[in-house]
């Protein structure tokens, strides 16, 4: 936790980075149990609900409640900030919100009105919602909960953990400045323990959110759009990220060395045990750290250094992700006064120029994609078990691995990635020496340096400055930065040009974004630098879209369109599959995303076509075509288009297979179009005369059929199908559902566009979508009109007990679905 006395200034503040590690909200393991009335071990509460929120104003100062009223607003500590930020201000009439919180999501859509280009350019970029320096009435937000602080906690050191707000922000308690952040990715805490009100008055927690200014070419959203953790602890305790655990793999064991940092925020000298103890997924102690007896001096800091050994240990993998736990007790006079408990994993990685990414010894080819981190429905505001569906989503795929692009990626993926087997690169924002830069990517490494899943640390993406001396100077001393707080993992560049001079020569482990074909030359170059595609493929595609429609902003789904700077999957994927030296590849992107609509960036789409699957994690062809090649031993053959054309009788479709089968056949109503080879790392074509019916694929391998794929011609729209990913939740938590309009016999309609409308008992709608990269319609609605067949609603439950969901459309049968909440 940053000192009591840091000054206010925002610089110093963010700069003064601390240390955290996992904490749990409730202890999962045994401890050492203190005596009644001693100080207890820390207590983490999650500030989730009992929010307020307001839109302000970035030029009116009435409007903004008074902030920068008579230029005095940082005139008096605790007085005259803004209205907003005193206990006695009268919130009633803001709106009730649960954090984490995006409200650009809800904004409207703002359709240019010949703008200048660059600020037309801009709009697009961020998914034309009305946000920015353009609309000052949108830009400023304003947030306040009453933090549930009294007598008891006198004395205690006391800090907030914020994972992520979006962007500028100033964090005020009882209308003091306690600081803040610029960025609007980095994780930054803010202690509070001087500010509060320990004899029984309210403690209100008001924070002014600056979304005027951008940071990235991407929907970036806007407020408290990650966790918030109020933490009490005793005035000795571990920081925030405190604890980093290290694991040197040898014969039948694993050594693991530890470092842990403990402080006195007290008045006077404390004599300090430190007792470490190891456990694994089961809840066993599997090895200790010898105790550390030392003596801290008020406002000391002290770095405890420690290690141990677990025999037979299980490795973290891509199959078996198992975790350990350790547990951290600071001990003073017997009693345990802080607690705190890391999660990490055992496992080894390493880069080899020839061969490769190593996992535990063993070579894996990193089967990625890049990914920004918005949904549909929820905006940036990812609620923890979507960001864990949408790591299932690729799993399922067959990717093992996932570039957080361009900006370090919540505690809450990360987590998702640990306990599910995904490999993370973790990404820095701001490319630069500043203190502000340096501030961001130390607080990048520090937070996240126990996560088992994250291999490479990267410093930056395609800068101005990549290919030059002065980008050279920059990211040898980030490079440098890096390697002092984490020795265990390499650092990383993604680079579109220039991968000789400048910044390719200082990184580690360098990555090409597209130019996939120049990596060959470049490895003969250079053969003792490890290297992977950092971006590949960029493939754009509507989902469920045949036929190239300009006029509509549609983009046909062949594989066969892209951007000039980009390829093909198969173009990509072939190349990095032959060629073991090449780490692997991350396809840009896992995910459309809002904003940077390609190839059309004109009103109104309003966001990319470049996933593999839509914004609501519908999949598209494509995602077949890797399934197949990622997974192979599973046996797979994908069909496509769909075989709905009616007046096109007679006419030729263009019929693809993706499989990974060694022969396919084709059949129309029951007639054989022949049986072909399929060739490795690519796909199949015919030319098949249009004519309702059934259009079926086989697949063989040594003759025998391991795999098939229908279309069919469908009725008319009769009803909707409804699946959810889950039939049991817990409270509080969200379910995704997905609906899906059929014709009588249960036939997908795949041009389907019906209004859809979602209702829920004992739970709530939080956002819909369905995945159109041209829809304008409201994200924080209940009601969607399916997209080529499919629509998605997000889900909270509310409480524990049965949940009835339910869509209905006019004219069509509705489903129904019970799950439980527990």
Known sequence: MPPSDLPLQRREFISAVAGTCLIAHRPAFASTAAPDGAPQPRRVTRLETGWKFSLGHAVDVERDFGFGRDQRTFAKAGAGTADATLAKFDDRVWQSVRVPHDWAVALPFAEPKSPPKDRADAMAAHGFKAIGRDFPQNSIGWYRVTLPVGPADKGQSIWLEFDGV???????????????????????????????????????????????????????????????????????????????????????????????????????????????????????IVAECEDARFTLAPGQRSAQDGSTFVDAPSLWSLENPDLYTMVSEVIVAGQVIDRVETRFGIRSIRFDAERGFFLNGKPVKLLGTCNHHDHAGVGTAIPDALHAWRVAQLKEMGSNAWRSAHNPAAQVLLDACDSMGMLMIAEARQNSTSDEALGEIERMVLSSRNHPCVILWSLGNEEPHQATERGARINAELAARVKRLDPTRQSTFAMDQGWDTGVGRVVDVLGFNYRTDKIEAYHGRHPDQPVYGSETGSTVATRGEYTNDPARHIVRAYDTEHPWWASTAEEWWTIVAERTYIAGGFVWTGFDYRGEPTPYAAFPSVSSQFGILDTCGFPKDNYYYYRAWWRPDQPLVHLLPHWNWAGREGQPIEVWAHGNAEEVELKLNGRSLGRKGMPRNRHLEWQVPYATGRLEAIGYNGGRVVARDVRETSGLAHAVKLKVDRRMAKAGDVVILNAEVVDSRGRPMPTADNLLRFTVANGEVIGVGNGNPNSVEPDLATERRAFNGLAQAIVRINRSGPVNLAVSSAGLAGSRLRIVAL
């Open 166 to 284: 979006f962007r500028d922000c100033i964090v005020f308690v009882n209308g003091y400045a306690a600081g803040g952040s610029a960025s609007g990715y980095a994780p930054f805490c803010v202690d509070i323990a001087d500010f509060l009100d320990y004899d029984g008055g309210p403690n209100v927690l008001t924070v002014r959110v600056d979304a005027s200014l951008g940071e990235g070419w991407f929907y970036e959203g806007a407020g408290i759009y990650r966790h918030v953790d109020l933490v009490r602890a005793a005035p000795v305790h571990i920081p925030q990220w405190g604890t980093f655990v290290r694991s040197e793999l040898g014969s039948g064991r694993a050594q693991l060395l530890v470092t842990t940092d403990v402080v006195n925020d007290g008045a006077a000298p404390v004599e300090v045990l430190l007792r470490q103890q190891m456990f694994d997924s089961r809840k066993r």
